[in-house]
């Protein structure tokens, strides 16, 4: 009979039940949905680094190309695959911030600095880039 | 007076059944007792036959993990009031071959457990004479709550990877292996990651973080391994920037 299912090291055993794992298991749990999406969702944050790259390109090649990409951009087909992305890369940015006080300890003297903090840390930093990022957009 | 829940256990007995069935049985219950207790109730005066595992009945031998109502539990801590007024449902933990109603083979665990070498490894001993190995409790602190795994594998059970990819290491293999990393007085650290830095080492890891939810001792395994990966990233890159030797 074909084995479907090896269990790692898990030496074949006539008697032992193997389960198939279900092709649906990520509706199991909403964390496992949320896992899922976030892996699927990496196509859409390529897509926003291509976009940025391209914008670059059409910023050096000069004024009318980038008036062109402005148009281009402006097509509710490219819109709406910038709206569906800009959700997804904020959602990549909450859950990678949440993951960061379990990947970093920081320690300040002796003491461990709290969990917390450390996300809290990454969230004012986050403002304070976009603070910047506004100041030019916008001073300009 | 003690009011009643049913139980709806999975079975499995090889010598006459390919598949797992249900078997209900109901039993009473107070407020105090565990889904374990229920068990016991059923081997005890119900079906003799059911096989199951558990000893310590208090959290510290991590021999009674099943999935409950499909959640990876441990059956002496989760209790039967919390579940009414039922039925509940009794499997064994996901992700591990059955051996015969709620036991599963752990076996695989224990063998990549080995290859991290989950132990204090020293390149020299010093002599007896000179005394024991002392440690500040900040010291002690590193890496405490690592050491409070239990071998229970519900994080295995709640993890998709490994049921997926079952030569991925596993959350509490890597948790173990922190343990000792985060021991000053252990030198083990390098022959370790040339195990947790293969594919299936914690870059099978993805990060869905069931592991450390489910896990009754808060051992935080997720968290390990993000840090495990951080230390891995740094390495490699003092490896490509300074290379020893060179
Ligand atoms: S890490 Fe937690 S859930 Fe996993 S085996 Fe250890 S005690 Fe159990
Ligand atoms: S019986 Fe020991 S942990 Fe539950």
């Not at chain 2, 500040?136 to 049921?163: D, R, V």
């Not at chain 2, 596993?170 to 948790?175: D, F, K, Q, T």
């Not at chain 2, 990393?181 to 947790?196: F, I, K, P, Q, Y």
Request: aromatic share 12%.
């Amino acid at each position: 009979m074909e084995q479907t299912h090896t269990y790692g090291d898990t030496p074949y055993h006539p008697r032992w039940l193997r389960r198939r794992v279900s092709t649906y298991w990520w509706l199991w749990k909403p964390a496992y949905l949320r896992f899922i999406l976030r892996e699927g969702s990496c196509m859409f944050v390529g897509w926003f680094t291509v976009y940025l790259l391209l914008l670059l390109a059409a910023l050096l090649e000069g004024p009318l190309a980038y008036e062109l990409f402005l148009a281009w951009s402006a097509t509710p087909a490219v819109l709406i695959v910038n709206v569906v992305t800009l959700g997804f890369v904020v959602f990549h940015a909450i859950t990678f911030f949440q993951a960061a006080p379990q990947a970093m300890v920081v320690r300040l003297g002796r003491a461990r600095v709290a969990p917390q903090t450390v996300l809290l840390g990454h969230y004012a930093g986050w403002v304070v880039v976009s603070a910047v990022v506004a100041f030019f957009l916008l001073g300009a | 007076m003690a009011q009643r829940i049913r139980l709806q256990i999975a079975r499995y007995r090889p010598e006459q059944e390919s598949e797992a069935t249900f078997d209900e049985y109901e039993v009473p219950y107070t407020k105090e007792m565990a889904v374990l207790d229920g068990l016991n109730f059923v081997k005890d005066r119900l079906d003799g036959t059911l096989a199951y595992r558990w000893s310590c009945r208090m959290g510290i031998c991590g021999s009674c993990g099943m999935t409950v109502n499909g959640e990876p539990k441990l059956t002496c801590a989760t209790f039967l009031g919390d579940y009414a007024p039922g039925p509940l449902r009794v499997e064994p933990l996901r992700n591990f071959p059955v051996i015969r109603d709620l036991i599963v083979d752990i076996g695989d665990f224990m063998r990549k457990l080995v290859r991290v070498k989950p132990w204090i490894v020293r390149s020299a001993e010093k002599p007896i004479a000179g005394g024991e190995y002392l440690q500040t409790p900040e010291q002690l602190e590193e890496y405490k709550p690592f050491s409070m795994c239990i071998n229970c594998m519900l994080c295995y059970s709640a993890c998709p990877i490994y049921g997926l990819d079952p030569k991925f290491i596993g959350p509490a293999a890597i948790a173990l292996a922190q343990r000792y990393n985060l021991d000053n007085r252990d030198e083990g650290s390098a022959d370790r990651m040339e195990v947790l830095s293969e594919h299936e080492g914690i870059w099978g890891c993805t990060f869905v973080g069931e592991c450390t939810k489910v896990c009754p001792k808060h051992v935080d395994p997720a968290g390990a391994i993000q840090r495990y990966k951080l230390t891995a990233a740094i390495d490699s890159m003092k490896a490509f920037f300074a290379p020893r030797g060179a």
